[in-house]
């Protein structure tokens, strides 16, 4: 199937049949091979018995009907799961953004290299007579720029596209079922990599149907629901040192601790990095070891954290980087897994993580840790440095000695140990297993 295309359904009785219609026109004129499934959201009105009609009448349409109501985010999602196109995506089958614009959202991602494709939405003022909606619309991705800085520039419009072979993660992996949904699955594929692209569209108001979004009700819940969401791709600011909170503050933190240590750390990793191999770095920050000393080398890079405000520092420098939480995720295949001063947030596990490093890794696992730290101790400094450190996330008061990370890497099978007099960081390679 090339396309897959998935219409969440909630009260849309009066305009189904002939927006379906509308629907089948445009992509008759199309060599694409497709179908329609329909997911009814436990609808008040007639929209089952429109959808009896409609699927029993029309080639290409199926439905689904859910026994209780999840949103649009949800409907989408129950739809995906049960279709296989190669582009699967949804369209508000009230068609306030045109049919027309399928097939050239569809032909981005099938002949030009997109992973999704979605609409940015203009309006008419003449038509619309909605100065508030407009307004609240544009002040919406104001704050998703302010707070997010993802880069899309709509993410709330009601047509878009994933390649299944790429997208699906993203948009199975995404937690929300309601109208957030929107926002969430495209700010998940700009944090992994993907390539978006929006096209714009002409939002034409229908003025012959109610619309479900109550619109103070769902300010709310959208603003409730962004704040959790920051959370969990490590994005808010609660919880975790302001050193953190941006890629800027972070790069010069670590300047102010690690002083000339920090180029050193860096450059003795990077040396233990064979010509041709690539690099999967855990836990990369802003990508400096890639922006420093592997860049040049045109070394192929993936570089992995959690922290949303990072990643954006990093991927702003030209690094491919991707959102990543490396307690869970089952980690990427490299010729060469790094990791620069982060073991000790997986202190507890660290013997099970770092075999997992080994089976992903094809030549050697690269660690470089900090084995003379500031915050070891109970005295005041100690205790502030340690809570300078917190990322939001794991263990971070507690460090490993030179002597404990010696052992620790004897313990797993290092082929080379390196510390010398008077560093902040020790060096290990592992072989893979």
């Given at each position: 199937?090339d ?5 969440p ?10 927006s ?9 004129a ?11 959201d ?5 929209t ?12 290409h349409?199926?439905?689904i009907?859910?026994e209780r109501?999840l949103?649009?985010?949800?409907a989408?999602k129950t739809?995906y ?6 582009v ?9 953004v ?15 290299g997109v ?5 940015h939405r ?6 619309t ?8 619309s544009?002040a ?28 699906s ?6 937690s ?13 594929a ?7 692209e ?11 149907k109610?619309s ?10 959208y ?6 969401f920051r ?5 808010s ?12 503050g ?7 601790l690690?002083?000339?240590?920090l180029?050193?750390?860096y450059?003795?990793?990077?040396a233990?990095?064979p010509?041709?191999?690539?690099v ?10 890639w922006e ?5 080398r045109?070394?192929?890079y ?5 922290n949303g ?16 939480d ?12 790094t ?6 947030h ?11 490093m ?15 730290n ?6 005041p400094?100690a ?5 300078l ?8 008061r ?10 620790l ?20 390679v592992?072989?893979?297993?």
């Open positions: 199937m396309l897959s295309l998935v219409i359904c909630y009260n849309e009785a009066p305009h189904l049949r002939s379906v219609d509308a629907l089948l026109e445009v992509l008759e199309t060599r694409l091979e497709y179908e329609l499934v329909f997911v009814d436990v609808s008040k009105d007639e089952r018995q429109v959808l009896a009609e409609v699927c029993a009448t029309r080639p349409c199926r439905a009907l859910h109501n949103g649009r985010g949800g989408f739809g799961r049960a279709t296989t196109g190669a699967t995506g949804f369209l508000d089958i009230d068609l306030e045109a049919a027309h614009y399928v097939p050239p959202l569809v032909e981005r991602i099938r002949s030009h992973d999704v494709a979605t609409g203009h309006y008419l003022m003449s038509q007579h909605a100065v508030h909606r407009i307004v609240l544009r919406y991705r104001l704050l998703l720029r302010l707070s997010l800085g993802c880069g899309v520039r709509d993410t709330e419009t009601g047509c878009k596209f994933f390649r299944r072979a790429t997208a993660e993203v948009v199975l992996g995404s929300s079922d309601g109208w957030f949904f929107d926002t969430e699955v495209m700010v998940r700009a944090l992994q990599d993907l390539c978006i929006e096209l714009p569209v002409l939002f034409l108001r229908r003025w012959d109610q479900t979004v109550r619109l103070w009700h769902d300010i709310q819940a603003l409730v629901e962004l704040h959790r959370r969990t791709i490590g994005m600011y609660l919880g975790k040192s302001p050193i953190y909170w941006t890629g800027r972070y790069d010069l933190a670590m300047r102010l690690y002083g000339a240590d180029a050193r750390t450059a003795d990793v990077a233990r990095v010509a041709g191999a690539g999967v770095d855990l836990c990369c920050g802003t990508a400096r070891l420093r000393h592997l860049a040049a045109g070394t192929p993936l570089g992995l954290d959690f405000h990072l990643l954006l520092a990093a991927r702003a420098r030209g690094a491919r980087v991707q959102h990543f490396v307690r869970t995720a089952e980690l990427p295949r490299g010729d060469c897994v990791m620069l001063s982060s073991l000790y997986f202190r507890r596990d660290a013997p099970g993580l770092l075999r997992r080994r089976a992903a890794a094809r030549e050697a696992v690269i660690l470089s840790e900090p084995v003379a500031h915050s070891a101790g109970r005295s400094l205790r502030l440095a340690g809570s450190s917190n990322p939001g996330g794991g263990e971070y507690e460090r490993f000695s030179l002597a404990e990370f010696e052992a890497a004897r313990a797993e099978g290092a082929r080379e140990f390196v510390h010398a007099p008077g560093q902040r960081n020790a060096l290990a592992f072989p893979p297993l």
